[in-house]
Nanobody
Framework: QVQVVESGGGLVQPGESLRLSCAAS????????MAWYRQASGNRRDLVAR???????TIADSLWGRFTISRDVAKNTAYLQMDRLKPDDTAVYYC??????????????WGQGTQVTVSS
């Protein structure tokens, strides 16, 4: 079982930066990947970035150069650095964790989300 907790959201003005944190805790053999998704009001939940257990990262094409995902393996924590934020970045940001267990295989877990609002 894995608990996923996001933090770091808030209200910022266009051009400013935020760094989100996603902390995973619980009992598991290995975390296969951690990822960030976002969902604007009334829209689908879309992939923002993900980082695999081998360190390979993926960033949504439209966000490349502004958003960066990283991890602290010892803390089972992933970070999303968001720079030069735009009003269109306003959304609830969710952390997704895929973890492996010997008896059940891979399982998916989601955090409760953290609100990011970019407005002047």
């Amino acid at each position: 079982q894995v608990q996923v907790v996001e933090s770091g959201g808030g209200l910022v003005q266009p051009g400013e930066s935020l760094r989100l944190s996603c902390a995973a805790s619980g009992s598991f053999t290995v975390i296969n990947l951690m990822a960030w998704y976002r969902q604007a009001s009334g829209n689908r939940r879309d992939l923002v970035a993900r980082i695999q257990s081998n360190g390979k990262t993926t960033i949504a094409d439209s966000l490349w150069g502004r958003f960066t995902i990283s991890r602290d393996v010892a803390k089972n924590t992933a970070y999303l650095q968001m720079d030069r934020l735009k009003p269109d970045d306003t959304a609830v940001y969710y952390c997704h964790v895929n973890a492996y267990y010997p008896t059940t295989g891979s399982q998916d877990y989601w955090g409760q989300g953290t609100q990011v609002t970019v407005s002047s």
